[in-house]
């Protein structure tokens, strides 16, 4: 796959609209089209770069509406867009399973009979079935590719400081693979300048560098392959060190046939359960995903994505197998170690596709389907066969007469095409209503995802304070021991370690309850633990004026569209009712046979609307069209208070959070970790230790508190306007 695979004399626009055209006739090939089928199959064998045809397919136009959000909000950035081609990625569906990093992404995607089988499969007998198959791996490949751009922008976010886009990378996958770099005993191979390992540093690891011409005195001098570290770690990271073909691998006559020395190596530094982060700009991988499952490694799959850029490098990420790191992390946080962890992106797609109230709405839509394809029917009403029989007598001769008809009752005067409107205004407002249980469900996924993150950030505070109290008992232990202090001091660390205890059991207890509760609305069942990863909101710029922003819900809240289309429907039965009234004839044919003589003759029927003139349907159409026009007046009052209510509630929990900015909690911490020292070298004493502990507990969690209801006023004000309905194409993500 490579950037001339299109012609040159073809722009950009051109081969999206060929694209689209593409995509639209596989759709039509997977409804049973032979001619769009064959069609389709001319289309692809001519195209010279298969596989990037369809990821193109897969990353434009395929998926659900979120992650084309996210593809397309990818795409506006040129730079990025051209660095990190969302057609040119590791691909579940394409590689099945086994990413080969140790190959160029090209290499590797080529590699794949993924996507000549998809072309013999739509040439074959079959043709509709492996379309149908297509679609379904066209989708899985767009929700991957969303993720990715979602994990893009944040990477974007955080690039800076000296850190370039291949470190802050190593740096986020690194951070999914260990949870915390707390404590950690962390290895860089190659730090060069030293911007990630202060990274690191900062962030709480204990760091040490190994680099063959070092430029910061921490690093030691030497190769990784030979010199001593004196230790095991926790985490290993590299970038752009370990690589096949680059020149310094050259020098080292090949680095694959170093593959099972290095990965040896590797693994000796290591700790039990240690990882190993590798990414290479321009260069694969000297190993492959088998020699390391081998070697003893476990290769981690998503959610830890792999960004592959434009110059084909390749990354990856292992875990030593035998998890006694993650077993300590999980005895010192005293919990499971979470087993599932998602993104908002995915929380939101699993919901879409498994919540059970989403379900039932949906019946509802095909329900009313089932009503407009009958409701198009030419002639609503069967045939009717009329036949008799019997014995002429009298006279000298008896005979047998008969007699057989058919006749067929015709709509003359448009009620089939008020049938018709009725059904489809129907159809509009079941759909209608499900983007309305779309937009509340993804409403109450953005609150319980951030209330879950705000619990889970809520859990740690309660830990680190757990922590504290227990340096602080020791503390004061040795204090009485030494004399400096009374006994009265360490009661009161006791006292403070114990309600400590308390706190973080119900932490731990808000913790499950919040994953209970998004749990609910993913609707899945099983009981694997559940986490989210991602960042609570902070305070942006203030919205749009309350004006505005109800202009904006009217016009796009599928509530209104669903009042507006039963508005229509009543209507239109109220125009079906008054043509019920009307007589329908029927026409048809006879023959009759008397004695020797046989009679064919044509037949009208016409009922007389004498008494019964449709009067019931007509006065109960009418009452639900003044119903459905109350109804709508409502909804628009109702949308119009909620717009408001939900702008008040979003200014007042902004003004909230800003409150808790990063100055004044930096501020707390500080004062924390003085405070902590101070009481250690008898400055101050415990009651005065004890005061700036729950200050900064206090306002650490208030802090919290006030994110989590920002996040949970994010989300209603976006409802409220419509910003989260997934059938509007400008419901893009405003916050990457």
Same mark, same amino acid.
């Given at each position: ?439 509340n469900l993804l409403a109450k ?107 904006t819900a009217l016009s796009r ?10 508005? $229509? *429907? /009543? &209507?239109? !039965?109220?125009? =079906?009712?008054?043509? #019920? +009234? ?7 044919? %006879? @023959? ?31 009452? $639900? *069209? /003044? &119903?459905? !026009?109350?109804? =709508?007046?409502?909804? #628009? +009052? ?7 209510? %939900? @702008?008040r509630r979003y200014q007042e ?48 969690? %208030? ?34």
């Amino acid at each position: 796959m490579t950037e001339s695979s299109d012609c040159p004399e073809t722009t950009s626009g051109e081969r999206g609209a060929q694209a689209q055209a593409r995509y639209h006739t596989l759709l039509r090939t997977a409804a049973g089209s032979s001619a769009d089928q064959n069609s389709l199959v001319q289309d692809l064998s001519q195209q010279p770069d298969l596989l990037g045809s369809l990821l193109e397919l897969a990353v434009l136009f395929a998926g659900p509406a979120s992650a084309r959000a996210w593809c397309e909000h990818h795409q506006l950035r040129a730079g990025w867009r051209d660095f990190v081609p969302l057609h040119r990625q590791e691909y579940v569906a394409v590689l099945r399973g086994d990413p080969r990093f140790d190959l160029k992404i090209d290499e590797a995607l080529r590699s794949s009979n993924w996507a000549p089988d998809q072309l013999a499969g739509l040439g074959g007998e079959r043709w509709a079935d492996a379309a149908r198959r297509l679609l379904t791996d066209l989708s899985e490949i767009a929700l991957e590719a969303g993720r990715l751009a979602e994990w893009i922008a944040l990477m974007r976010g955080r690039i800076g400081s000296g850190l370039h886009a291949l470190q802050v990378q190593a740096l986020m996958r690194a951070s999914l693979a260990v949870e915390s770099f707390d404590g950690l005993k962390v290895l860089e191979v190659g730090p060069r300048e030293g911007h990630l390992l202060r990274e690191l540093q900062r962030a709480g690891a204990e760091v040490q560098g190994v680099d063959l011409e070092p430029l910061i005195p921490e690093v030691s001098r030497g190769d990784f392959m030979t010199v001593g570290l004196g230790g095991s770690f926790d985490l290993l990271i590299a970038t752009s060190v370990f690589e096949v073909g680059s020149e310094m691998s050259k020098t080292d006559a090949s680095a694959l046939s170093r593959s099972p020395a290095l990965l040896r190596r590797i693994r000796d530094v290591l700790s039990p359960g240690g990882v190993v982060v590798l990414e290479n700009l321009g260069f694969p991988i000297p190993f492959s995903a088998t020699q390391a499952k081998a070697a003893g490694f476990e290769v981690l799959p998503h959610p830890v994505p792999s960004v592959n850029h434009i110059h084909g490098g390749r990354g990856c990420t292992l875990r030593k197998i035998g998890g006694a790191l993650a077993l300590v992390v999980a005895i010192l946080a005293g919990t499971p170690a979470l087993a599932r962890t998602l993104t908002l992106t995915e929380a939101e797609t699993t919901a879409l596709a498994h919540n059970a109230e989403l379900a039932g709405v949906e019946s509802q839509l095909a329900q009313a389907k089932a009503r407009l394809g009958g409701a198009s029917l030419l002639l609503q009403e069967n045939p009717e066969l009329v036949a008799g029989a019997g014995q002429r007598s009298g006279g000298l001769n008896s005979s047998l007469d008969l007699e057989l008809g058919v006749q067929q009752r015709f709509e003359l005067f448009g009620q089939r095409g008020a049938r018709i409107d009725t059904a489809q205004a129907s159809v509009n407002a079941a759909q209608a209503s499900l983007d309305a249980e779309r937009l509340n469900l993804l409403a109450k996924i953005r609150s319980a995802f951030g209330r879950l993150l705000a619990r889970q950030r809520a859990a740690t505070v309660a830990e680190e304070s757990l922590r504290l109290g227990g340096d602080a008992l020791g503390a004061a232990r040795a204090r009485l021991s030494a004399g400096e202090s009374n006994r009265l001091e360490l009661n009161a660390a006791i006292v403070e370690r114990g309600q400590a205890v308390r706190a973080l059991s119900r932490a731990r207890t808000e913790l499950a309850q919040a994953a209970a509760e998004l749990r609910l609305l993913l609707g899945v069942t099983d009981a694997e633990p559940l986490s989210v990863e991602g960042e609570l909101p902070s305070v942006g710029p203030p919205p749009p004026p309350l004006p505005s922003l109800v202009q904006t819900a009217l016009s796009r809240r599928p509530e209104l569209r669903a009042a507006t289309a039963e508005l $229509a *429907a /009543a &209507q239109s !039965q109220r125009v =079906l009712a008054g043509k #019920e +009234a009307l007589p329908n004839p029927a026409l048809g044919v %006879a @023959y009759r046979r008397e004695g020797a003589e046989h009679i064919l003759a044509g037949t009208l029927s016409i009922p007389i609307p004498l008494f019964n003139r449709n009067q019931t349907g007509k006065g109960v159409a009418s009452a $639900a *069209a /003044a &119903q459905a !026009q109350s109804l =709508l007046s409502a909804t #628009e +009052a109702r949308i119009r208070a909620e717009v408001e209510l %939900a @702008y008040r509630r979003y200014q007042e929990a902004a003004s909230a959070a800003s409150v808790y900015g990063q100055e004044v909690r930096g501020a707390v911490d500080q004062n924390l970790a003085l405070g902590t020292d101070a009481y250690r070298s008898g400055k101050i004493d415990f009651l005065q230790l004890l005061l700036i502990r729950r200050s900064a507990i206090d306002a650490e969690n %208030a802090a919290i508190d006030s994110l989590e209801e920002l996040s949970t006023a994010q989300a209603e004000l976006d409802r409220a306007i419509g910003l989260a309905d997934p059938t509007n194409p400008h419901a893009a993500p405003s916050k990457p």
